[in-house]
């Protein structure tokens, strides 16, 4: 089911008064958990309702009814939706899909032989649509296949190995050689593989990572791009940091005139337009009011400039926030066009906070130290 729908001028942004926050990962760490309910506030405030409570996926059903849910993962199968009150788009900020391994960076690439190991539902009909708007990779379900595809790949360079479950840079590796491949994969989890799966593609240098999406709160309805950034924790790995968007009313052919003759940007627009439409075309039963893609910028090692998308993401994620203060500018202002919004995760002992910023989470997590995130709606002259 596609986000496209003509706004119902005149009318309740949407017919929910309530929004109920729904954990379905219970593995989320106290800084993610902090501040996906701060966002499930924000938007309580954006359809001029309140936030009812925080339920576990486990107790959804006897909790119902849930009104609007915002939960902090896709959610799979649309009869696990129904039971939650779920009928369509309208009725969560997130996604649902038909099975596990489409909410996750699997479904990008095809198999490495037809015989390989792969979860039940599996179609590699979407990895043939998008095969030119993605990097070249295979998807694998055992480590056997997982070295089969790193050799058939390193000839042309480095790689990267990605687990298909990690998130903000987490669980990905970049290998330069065999000797490095083997004593890679000799420590990932063989059950975990076979579980869920892994990607295996080729790296580029100098990366810079693009965010567009296309988000619907009810008859609110607009598409962003933006740029994200990559910090470092107190271990010195690189992880997400923030986005930078700009958000504008309508489709993805409504940014056209913010692209200012950029056509590198274009390029990432439509990459990620490409694959937008191909998962919909290709999974029956998905649906989303929240659409987010990946695309990364980058050189590969022969110098080549390359502009795909990495992956998709039917879930509230690190750019959610400024997403919701964006539209909540566009809706206090009927006829404004557009809106620009950021948010910053920092891992700083002290970092400065500007003064216009909400901030969501200020702690210190056990395992990667102190974090700040925060958000905030950037005027046109200073974005």
């Given at each position: ?373 925060y958000m905030r709606l950037r005027d046109d002259e200073d974005a």
């Amino acid at each position: 089911m596609s986000l496209e729908a003509p706004a119902r001028s005149g009318m309740r942004l949407t017919r929910h008064e309530t929004v109920t926050f729904v954990c379905c990962r219970r593995e989320a760490r106290e800084h993610e958990l902090v501040s996906q309910i701060g966002v499930a506030r924000d938007l309580a405030r954006l359809i001029g309702g309140r936030f009812d409570r925080y339920v576990d996926a486990t107790q959804a059903v006897a909790e119902a009814p849930l009104g609007y849910v915002m939960p902090n993962d896709t959610i799979v199968g649309i009869e696990v939706a129904r039971r939650w009150g779920i009928e369509g788009p309208d009725d969560l900020f997130g996604g649902v899909v038909p099975f596990p391994f489409v909410a996750t960076k699997v479904i990008t690439h095809p198999l490495v032989a037809a015989d390989s190991a792969h979860p039940h539902g599996w179609d590699g009909r979407f990895a043939e649509r998008v095969d030119d708007v993605v990097l070249p990779g295979r998807s694998v379900f055992s480590l056997h296949d997982a070295w089969r595809a790193a050799r058939a790949l390193l000839p042309s360079g480095p790689i990267r190995l990605k687990l298909a479950h990690g998130v903000g840079g987490r669980g990905q590796f970049v290998v330069e050689d065999e000797r490095a491949l083997d004593e890679r994969l000799r420590s990932m989890d063989t059950d975990e593989i076979a579980r869920a799966g892994a990607v295996v593609e080729c790296d580029l240098c100098a990366p810079r990572t693009w965010s567009v999406g296309q988000v619907r709160v009810g008859s609110l309805f607009a598409s962003y791009f933006g740029t994200q950034r990559t910090v470092h924790d107190r271990n010195g790995a690189a992880v997400y940091g923030g986005s930078s968007i700009t958000l504008v009313r309508g489709g993805f052919d409504a940014l056209a005139p913010f692209i200012a003759g950029d056509d590198a940007l274009r390029r990432v627009i439509e990459c990620a337009r490409r694959y937008h439409d191909a998962a919909f075309a290709s999974f029956p039963g998905l649906l989303a009011s929240r659409c987010n893609y990946d695309v990364v910028q980058g050189r590969d090692a022969r110098g080549d400039e390359r502009i795909a998308v990495l992956e998709q993401s039917w879930r509230i994620g690190g750019a959610s926030a400024a997403e919701l203060l964006a539209l909540q500018a566009l809706r206090d202002d009927p006829a404004r066009v557009s809106a620009r919004a950021e948010t910053v995760e920092s891992y700083e002992d002290e970092p400065v906070v500007p003064r216009d910023a909400i901030v969501h989470f200020r702690g210190v997590d056990a395992q990667h130290g102190p974090i700040t995130k925060y958000m905030r709606l950037r005027d046109d002259e200073d974005a």
